[in-house]
C-alpha cells in the first residue's frame, strides 16, 4: 500500500510535466500501462520511452490532478485534466480517470478510462 506522501510526490512529478521521470521513478521494472480497451504496454522501459515520444510533439503541456484522488489499499484512482499544446499547432484538453495497482511504493499496473474523441485536436 503507497503512503499518501508518495502518492503526492507521484502527483507533483507529472504536475511538473516530468511524466517521463515519473514513469522512472514510481513504476515497477515490469509495469504495464492500458489505454482503454487497447492491449497493455509492459515493461517500464518501454513506458518510459512511449512518455518521451509523445513529448516530443509537444510544445506545452499543463497536467493537473482533479482532487480528490481515492486509495483503497493498493489501488489508488485519480482523475487527470491534460492541454497539449502540440508542435503542428493545434491543441487537445484531455480529462482521464487512472486506475492504478501498487505494490508497495510502486506502480505495477495502470489503466486509462477517457473518451478518445477528446484526442480530436482544434487549431490554433
Given at each position: 500500500?503507497?503512503?499518501?506522501?508518495?502518492?503526492?510526490?507521484?502527483?507533483a512529478?507529472?504536475?511538473?510535466?516530468?511524466?517521463?521521470?515519473a514513469?522512472?521513478?514510481?513504476?515497477?521494472?515490469?509495469?504495464?500501462?492500458?489505454?482503454?480497451?487497447?492491449?497493455?504496454?509492459?515493461?517500464?522501459?518501454?513506458?518510459?520511452?512511449?512518455?518521451?515520444?509523445?513529448?516530443?510533439?509537444?510544445?506545452?503541456?499543463?497536467?493537473?490532478?482533479?482532487?480528490?484522488?481515492?486509495?483503497?489499499?493498493?489501488?489508488?484512482?485519480?482523475?487527470?485534466?491534460?492541454?497539449?499544446?502540440?508542435?503542428?499547432?493545434?491543441?487537445?484538453?484531455?480529462?482521464?480517470?487512472?486506475?492504478?495497482?501498487?505494490?508497495?511504493?510502486?506502480?505495477?499496473?495502470?489503466?486509462?478510462?477517457?473518451?478518445?474523441?477528446?484526442?480530436?485536436?482544434?487549431?490554433?
Open positions: 500500500m503507497p503512503k499518501i506522501e508518495t502518492i503526492e510526490q507521484f502527483i512529478m507529472v504536475e511538473s510535466n516530468e511524466h517521463d521521470k514513469i522512472e521513478k514510481f513504476y515497477t521494472v515490469d509495469a504495464s500501462m492500458q489505454e482503454n480497451q487497447a492491449e497493455p504496454r509492459t515493461g517500464r522501459d518501454l513506458l518510459v520511452a512511449n512518455e518521451k515520444e509523445t513529448l516530443l510533439k509537444v510544445k506545452s503541456l499543463v497536467s493537473k490532478c482533479v482532487r480528490p484522488y481515492f486509495i483503497n489499499g493498493d489501488q489508488v484512482v485519480i482523475q487527470w485534466y491534460f492541454r497539449f499544446e502540440w508542435k503542428n499547432g493545434t491543441i487537445s484538453e484531455i480529462e482521464e480517470i487512472t486506475r492504478q495497482n501498487w505494490d508497495g511504493e510502486l506502480i505495477k499496473s495502470e489503466k486509462f478510462f477517457y473518451d478518445p474523441k477528446q484526442f480530436t485536436s482544434i487549431s490554433v
